[in-house]
Every structure is written in C-alpha cells, then in structure tokens.
C-alpha cells in the first residue's frame, strides 16, 4: 500500500491507498496536528498507533510520498519512514515529474501541496479548473483548459486573521469561528463571527471573481471551481462560486504524482 502524507504549517493528513490492479482505494486517511518540535520516536510512536487503531500494521506500506510546506520536519518525517516503515519515501520537490506545463515565473517556488492541488484537480475536473485550498493559507490555484499551471494567489487563512485580530485588540477575545445566524450582530461575540465568516467569504469570492474576469479574456469554457482544506466545509457554503468540495485533493494529487514517478526511482524499501 502506498502512504501519502501531506504535512502543512497547521495539520498533517495522511492517506493509505490500496492498488488493486490499477485502480487506486483511498482505504483510510487521518488529519493530526503538525509538530515541529516531536522527534523520530514521537512520530513513529504515533503513526503506528493511528494503523493499529484501524486495525492494520506499518509493514503493509510498501512505499511512501511526503509533500511538505515545512522544511523543519522533513529529515524527521524521512527517518520516521525508514525506521518504523522500512521505506525510503518519495518527497515532492523540484525535479520530479508532474505532467503538467508551468507557465510560472519559478515553478520551483510552487509550493508541494499547491501542485499536488492542481494535478488533482485537473485530473478529475479538466479545466479550466480554479482551486481554492483553506489552511493556514488559502491558496487559489488556476489550471487552463489545456492543463497548464497558470499561476494564482495566497492570502492569509481565516484562522490566521482572527489570531491577528484577537492578539492585536486588547478588549477583543477570542470566540468560536462559525456562521452567525444574521450578518447584523447584537453582541460582540455575533459581531466578530459577521465580520470573521462573512469578511472571509467576501475575500474568497472577490478573488474568484478576479480570476475569471481575467479567464474570461482567454476561454470561453466556464471554470470549475473546487475547494479543499479543512476550512472548505465551513466557508464554500456560502460562496457565489464554489461548485464543489474536494476533502482529498491534496492526496490524490500525491497518490498521482508518485504513480507518475515510481517507474523512474528504485524499490521503495529502505536497506
């Protein structure tokens, strides 16, 4: 079975796909905290509890794929793999096959999990297809008709700016991030939810909108626009735009890129 991890500033989700024959199962998955700090053991530890919970052993993985926006942890995550999986993993970075053409300025810049979005997308969408990945960042990823990487852009995560907001306002505290029952609040708990939900929506729609005002000069063919991260089911709601929700994009884009990159490296066991 193949393990995909992808590891961002915030949470860590792990994927297991089995292969039979050709066709991949995604057969668990699993969102945990990142951990800068947590060493070979610590990690191993707890990996090989989240397989034990679900009833199944380390030594069923036979190969491994890591995207990380965390350079940190990487020598750990490599040495988790190879001490508590025997595998030698495969990691996201510049050189690697994608498939895809980038029409960036330094695609060596793009984030790992920001390609493994948009291969995804376009494999299972087309395009064009604009992505829209809510995490510590929400990253907006635009894919053409033709499946090229266009570009897109990061703005701050909807955690990140209440954090901001809460640390910087003294008689501002802390409350629950959620939809409020009316944009007009009467207390400051419904105030800072409007302003919190309802500002992000606003930010995310904006964006979009740019998007395909500057699309809409080269293709006639509507985008699909899909979202992903562990925000999406909370905003996408109520964006004018969002069509769908993708929980698993980040992994199959993993889950693809090593099937395009597994012929050309060795046999995945660690000596």
Same mark, same amino acid.
């Given at each position: 079975m193949l393990l995909a991890l992808d590891v961002g500033n915030t949470n860590t989700t792990l994927g297991l796909f089995k292969f039979v024959g050709e066709k991949p199962e995604l057969v668990a998955h699993w969102r945990v905290t990142s951990h800068r700090t947590q060493t070979v053991d610590e990690y191993g530890v707890f990996f090989v509890k989240l397989f034990e919970m679900h009833g199944m052993s380390p030594k069923q993985v036979t190969d491994i794929v890591i995207a990380s926006v965390v350079p940190p942890v990487d020598s750990t995550l490599r040495q988790v793999c190879e001490t508590y999986f025997s595998v030698e993993p495969m990691f996201i970075e510049p050189g690697i096959k994608t498939g895809m053409k980038m029409l960036i300025d330094n695609p060596t810049e793009l984030g790992a999990d920001r390609l493994c979005d948009a291969?995804?997308?376009?494999?299972?969408?087309?395009?064009?297809c604009i992505v829209v990945d809510f995490g510590t960042a929400t990253k907006f990823e635009v894919i053409s008709a033709e499946g090229e990487y266009m570009g897109g852009a990061i703005a701050p995560g909807l955690g990140l700016s209440a954090d901001a907001l809460f640390s910087r306002a003294a008689r501002l505290y802390r409350v629950?991030?959620?939809?409020?029952?009316?944009?007009?609040?009467?207390?400051?708990?419904?105030?800072?939810? !409007?302003?919190?939900? *309802?500002?992000?929506?606003?930010?995310?729609?904006?964006?979009?909108?740019?998007?395909?005002?500057?699309? !809409?000069?080269? !293709?006639?063919?509507?985008?699909?626009?899909?979202?992903?991260?562990?925000?999406?089911?909370?905003?996408?709601?109520? !964006?004018? *735009?969002?069509?769908?929700?993708?929980?698993?994009?980040?992994?199959?884009?993993?889950?693809i890129l090593f099937e395009r990159n597994r012929r050309a490296r060795p046999r995945g066991r660690a000596h």
């Open positions: 291969i995804a997308a376009y494999e299972r969408y087309g395009g064009p629950d991030i959620k939809r409020p029952a009316k944009v007009i609040g009467t207390n400051t708990v419904a105030h800072l939810q !409007s302003g919190l939900y *309802y500002g992000y929506i606003g930010l995310v729609d904006g964006i979009i909108e740019r998007i395909l005002a500057e699309l !809409s000069a080269d !293709s006639g063919t509507p985008p699909r626009i899909v979202a992903s991260g562990g925000l999406a089911h909370l905003i996408a709601p109520d !964006s004018r *735009y969002i069509q769908e929700i993708d929980d698993m994009l980040t992994l199959n884009g993993l889950r």
